[in-house]
């Protein structure tokens, strides 16, 4: 039995393994990978170790069965550009993650001549980025690879029409990547991410019109724009009319109408505009000067807590606000009985004794106060 595992290694002129015990041949290729050359049988375990001390030595193999090449390309992918030859079915599993990967798809690539259009295309369908290592990829590759990842457009030379739209319908963003974009690309960008007009050179009055009709907010980047392209901007998001230069009074309403906040970014709203606004959103008030009765009215028929921002609201504001909202006497300073009866009305109605009890324990409302059919409903709770 040979146990000596460390004894001088074979003589130059034979650099066979074959007849040796595991241990020595281990022992052996630990030192020097370079011993596989005239080895007949290789088990997968001392390819790992070839790979490691003499990954060279991997081209000098005799045998390479799809077994063994898988151990080679799952711990060191690199050691490809070794294999004569290498299979293809092998290398396409290891770039789809059949197999484990310490390495970046990019690096096979680079360790290949001349890859096949499958290994090319398994290659971008994983990472569309990989483009950048393949040399003259085919029309189907460069749109595998937009597809995977847009933005790997820009690693493509003199990219056809065909691939530029395919890049920009997935995300118009794409555009930034393409050298002068025809007319039919530029709207094609600006249907799918309105936006993007920020990246498009004088853009003509269809791409503005078609940027403002996906995204209104696209408007903040088109210099002098008409009144049809900022009524569309208003109509699409009325928020955009914060990007208008002195907007026209109809302008305005369309924003308003589109969208209740917008009326933040309106200098002078008109009574009108004030009144939409605050019928959608009470709360809007806030950002609302010069309120006339009828609009503190709306305001808290519409968002009862409106009434924190209204300043000696009247008796008729307070009621309409409760009838909201009863939770608002909590900001009433002085209720009228009127409106403390409605209250615990609605309280007893909904069986909240959370909200009698407070009623009682911040001294809005007195036992004394209530009449013989409140106390009854109270002593039934």
């Known amino acids: 039995m040979d146990i000596d595992i460390y004894k001088p290694l074979p003589q130059k002129t034979g650099r066979s393994l074959d007849g040796l015990s595991k241990d020595r041949r281990k022992a052996i290729l630990t030192m020097d990978g370079s011993y596989v050359i005239e080895t007949a049988n290789i088990l997968d375990e001392e390819l790992e170790l070839v790979g490691n001390t003499n990954p060279k030595s991997i081209s000098n193999i005799k045998f390479t069965p799809e077994n063994q090449r898988i151990i080679i390309l799952a711990d060191f992918p690199t050691n490809i550009r070794y294999i004569k030859d290498p299979d293809t079915q092998l290398i396409v599993s290891y770039i789809k993650g059949t197999h484990p990967r310490l390495i970046g798809v990019h690096y096979v690539l680079e360790c290949i001549d001349n890859p096949k259009l499958e290994i090319q295309m398994a290659a971008v369908e994983e990472d569309g980025f990989t483009i950048e290592y393949i040399k003259d990829p085919c029309l189907e590759v460069q749109l595998a690879a937009v597809k995977n990842d847009k933005t790997a457009i820009q690693y493509i030379k003199d990219p056809s029409l065909e691939v530029q739209l395919a890049a920009v319908r997935q995300d118009g963003f794409a555009i930034r990547y393409i050298t002068d974009p025809c007319l039919e690309v530029q709207l094609a960008a600006v249907r799918q991410a309105g936006i993007v007009i920020e990246y498009i050179k004088d853009p003509s009055p269809e791409i503005q019109m078609a940027a403002v009709q996906q995204d209104g907010n696209a408007i903040a980047y088109i210099a002098y724009p008409s009144e049809k392209i900022k009524m569309l901007a208003v109509l699409q998001e009325g928020q955009a009319i914060r990007y208008i230069t002195d907007p ?95 209250v615990l009305e609605k309280y007893i109605e909904d069986n909240n004794t959370h909200g009698i009890k407070k009623l009682f324990q911040n001294r809005k409302l007195k036992y004394e106060d209530l009449d013989d059919t409140m106390i009854l409903a109270l002593e039934l709770l």
């Open 248 to 342: 026209c009074l109809e302008v305005q309403l369309a924003a308003v109408n589109q969208n209740k906040y917008a009326i933040k970014y309106i200098k002078h709203p008109t009574p009108e505009m004030k009144l939409i606004a605050l019928s959608q959103d009470g709360l809007l008030i806030q950002y609302i000067e010069d309120l006339t009765p009828e609009m503190k009215l709306t305001a808290v028929t519409s968002n009862g807590r409106a009434l924190h921002y209204i300043d000696d609201p009247s008796p008729e504001v307070q009621m309409a606000a409760v009838q909201e909202d009863e939770d608002v006497i909590d900001i009433i300073d002085h209720p009228s009985k009127e409106i403390l009866a409605y």
